[in-house]
């Protein structure tokens, strides 16, 4: 006979039972066995809880999502490149911003998080994704992609520009050249980028040869930019545009720029060891990132203009630059103590190899070993100096404007100097123009993802509590749980959590659109 179900109460609780009747031989009568099954409530059977199977990092992609569906980056993706190139290039993005793993370690961060499960089966193991990058590296995708990006997003204003440069130990890319070095003695390609400062994200890059000098990129890419319908540009540039026949150039152009101040300027010297004697004042107060910075307005006369300047006085990055200095400071001079001099080493040059830019903070003297002394007043002026930054502006910009603009270009540089680690090595070890493009494509898309959170971030008040690293930090502790009953769950979620979900207008169980599954 056929089995059948049965509620029992047992001491006032209701409990369900799997019924079996059989016939009992020895009696000869039909009798019943009893199967516990579980408890019941309101009727129904409780189900057991699920033991988890499979967890997957998920709350760190999470404001990654978000922004891919927000600027519809896979769908223009998809077109320029199809669909599963598309999903390998925002999973190798995603990956710069979040882990910076190498390609022979992509696939098995992959499959620990549920980018496995949205896009399975992924060819990207080293050898497929070297041959992927390669592929996408000859195509014209950077060009095709601005258009689509320009397009949608109805880019007109303001878009800053900085540029770059890498070395590389290769001599089989033709872009190479020795040129003007901000690395090593090596060939080096230069990258120009540009970025919306309404959007907060790049829009564009570009490779120019080692040789090329900075400021000869600058008209090439007003023109191009102009002609996409882009009228007011704001350049962001370095310390290295920072010579008087440059400023004076972008001071008599329409250009509206922020510049890094150089240090080779008396006047720049001086207005920071002057700084902190007036600086320090409530009313001239800017609070960054839970850090309080101090600023002055101040002028650079730059042949018969004015150079407006902001100086910033940051209490906390002094300490840290202080420690730092004097840190390495003791190091390189206890190790030129101990280092013996073969007879066809000059002791000067041999103090100026160990000592590197610290050179000038010391005396010495030579006789079988090396005697070295601090110069206490060099050091007090070098030290003068910590936690301050001073920057060069032109247009309508505030203190807070002008210094997280500033910092915005630090990020951009910071993540183009992690390309070059990129295979693991630096200098880069690329060997073609085409792996080098599509890596720097890659970082292009990281750097899209990155400065659009950052501007939400900065718009809804969030960088007041965290930085962009404290913030996925955070949301890495969430996963998704996937049970042995195939339910996904999503793990518990803390206070700090939930606000920074809740300011980013994201649900917890979000999921991109049109995943792969």
Wanted: proline residues 3%; contains cysteine; positive net charge.
């Amino acid at each position: 006979m056929k089995s059948f179900q049965r509620i029992k109460n047992i001491n006032g609780r209701p409990y369900m039972y799997e019924i079996t009747p059989y016939y009992d031989k020895k009696t000869k009568t039909m009798r019943q066995r009893s199967k516990y099954i579980g408890p019941v409530k309101n009727g129904k059977l409780v189900e057991k809880p699920s033991l988890p199977k499979t967890t997957y990092e998920f709350g760190s992609l999470l404001p990654l999502f978000k922004i891919v569906d927000d600027l519809s980056l896979k769908e223009k993706l998809d077109q320029i490149v199809g669909e599963d190139s598309a999903s390998k290039i925002l999973i190798l993005a995603m990956n710069k911003i979040l882990r910076q793993n190498s390609l022979d370690n992509i696939k098995e961060w992959y499959e620990d998080t549920y980018l496995c499960k949205l896009y399975p089966d992924l060819g990207l193991s080293s050898a497929s994704l070297s041959e992927f990058l390669y592929r996408i590296g000859k195509s014209d995708i950077i060009d095709k992609f601005t258009e689509k990006l320009v397009k949608s997003l109805k880019i007109k204003d303001t878009v800053y520009f900085d540029l770059t440069s890498f070395s590389s130990q290769s001599r089989n890319i033709e872009y190479l050249e020795y040129g003007y070095s901000r690395d090593d003695d090596l060939p080096q390609v230069n990258v120009s980028l540009a970025a919306s400062k309404e959007e907060g994200i790049p829009i564009n890059y570009a490779m120019h040869p080692g040789s090329v000098v900075d400021l000869t990129t600058l008209d090439n890419a007003m023109n191009k930019y102009e002609a996409m319908g882009i009228k007011d540009i704001l350049f962001i540039l370095d310390r290295g545009f920072f010579t008087k026949p440059n400023l004076k150039r972008l001071i008599d152009s329409s250009y509206e720029f922020i510049i890094g101040a150089s240090y080779t300027f008396k006047e720049i010297k001086h207005q920071a060891l002057m700084a902190k004697k007036d600086i320090e004042d409530a009313r001239q107060m800017l609070r960054i990132e839970n850090n309080i910075i101090f600023y002055k307005a101040a002028k650079l006369s730059i042949y018969d203009q004015d150079l407006s300047l902001y100086v910033y006085y940051d209490i906390d990055r002094e300490k840290d630059e202080k420690e730092r200095f004097y840190l390495t400071l003791e190091e390189r001079m206890e190790k030129l103590k101990q280092r013996k001099i073969w007879r066809y080493e000059r002791p000067e040059e041999i103090a100026k190899e160990v000592m590197g830019e610290y050179y000038n903070y010391i005396s010495w003297s030579y006789n079988t070993s090396f005697e070295v002394t601090p110069k206490e007043n060099a050091i007090s002026q070098r030290l003068n100096r910590c936690g301050i930054t001073i920057l060069g502006y032109k247009g309508n910009y505030k203190p807070e404007e002008v210094l997280i603009w500033y910092r915005t270009r630090d990020e951009i540089e910071k993540m183009f100097l992690s390309l070059k680690s990129y295979l693991g090595a630096k200098p880069l070890r690329v060997q073609s123009k085409e792996t080098l493009n599509s890596l720097l494509f890659v970082n292009f898309i990281a750097l899209i993802l990155m400065h659009k959170l950052l501007k939400i971030m900065l718009d809804s008040g969030l960088s007041k509590k965290y930085s962009v690293e404290k913030l996925f930090l955070e949301l890495s502790k969430i996963r998704k749980i996937v049970l042995a009953n195939g339910k996904e769950v999503t793990s518990e979620i803390t206070k700090k959590q939930k606000e920074i979900i809740e300011t980013l207008n994201i649900t917890i169980d979000y999921v991109p659109k049109n995943p792969r599954v």
